[in-house]
């Protein structure tokens, strides 16, 4: 094995039982326990990731990266705007059904907790989670709605109201406390927000 491949191979390892670990533990989390599941040291995470906080936006990256590939490949270039959300709201609806579903918000969630605990890291989870965004903001932006085309700024803020409002019904969903909430749903909702007034800025009026 190369050292390119070793230390990918750390890398992964050192990722995955970071999932395990802080998902659990959260800000609690022991560098010792995640590198000693890794059946690593505590000197790789240093060596690989710089610190705990590297460790855990890593996580983060890896972990939205493929999710946000999938939309991708999912919102067509010749769809309008509407088409696009409504492509965007079924894709995120079916994760809620994912085998993983109910980890990764038990991911997220411990996350949030770890971003209120460390202002620091909250600072670069939240930089990590834009840099993914800006993926779906220019996916967005250039679609046709209304006689018009939605601009970058549009965008931005149309990407900002659909993650809070597929983050609750993703919650709602695997909590139990959204009944009914199925793939029309999830697009109904999406595209009535896309349509309204979450895409006028009052500052450009």
């Known amino acids: ?73 999912a919102i067509r270039a010749d769809m309008d705007l509407l088409e696009a959300v409504d492509a965007f709201a079924r894709y995120y609806r079916r994760s809620c059904d994912a085998p ?45 709605h209304n006689g018009t085309v939605l601009t970058s700024h549009q965008a931005q803020r149309l990407v900002t109201a659909l993650r809070a409002l597929f983050v609750g019904l993703t919650q709602g969903v695997l909590l139990g406390l959204a009944d009914g909430a199925d793939e029309q749903y999830f697009a109904d909702a999406a595209c009535a927000l896309a349509a309204g007034a979450a895409l006028v800025d009052p500052s450009l009026q």
């Open 1 to 73: 094995m190369t050292r390119a491949e070793t230390k990918e191979r750390n890398r992964r390892a050192l990722l995955d039982a970071a999932f395990e670990v802080v998902s659990r533990d959260g800000y609690r989390a022991r560098l010792e326990e995640i590198a000693e599941r890794a059946e690593l040291t505590t000197g790789a995470v240093y060596s690989l990731f710089g610190s705990k906080s590297g460790l855990v936006v890593a996580l983060v990256t890896e972990y939205l990266r493929p999710h946000y590939e999938e939309v991708e490949q």
């Open 100 to 144: 993983d579903a109910v980890s990764a918000l038990s991911l997220q969630i411990t996350l949030l907790d770890m971003a209120l605990h460390d202002s620091e890291l909250g600072s670069r989870l939240a930089a990590s989670v834009r840099t993914q965004e800006s993926h779906l903001i220019a996916l967005f932006t250039g679609r046709s």
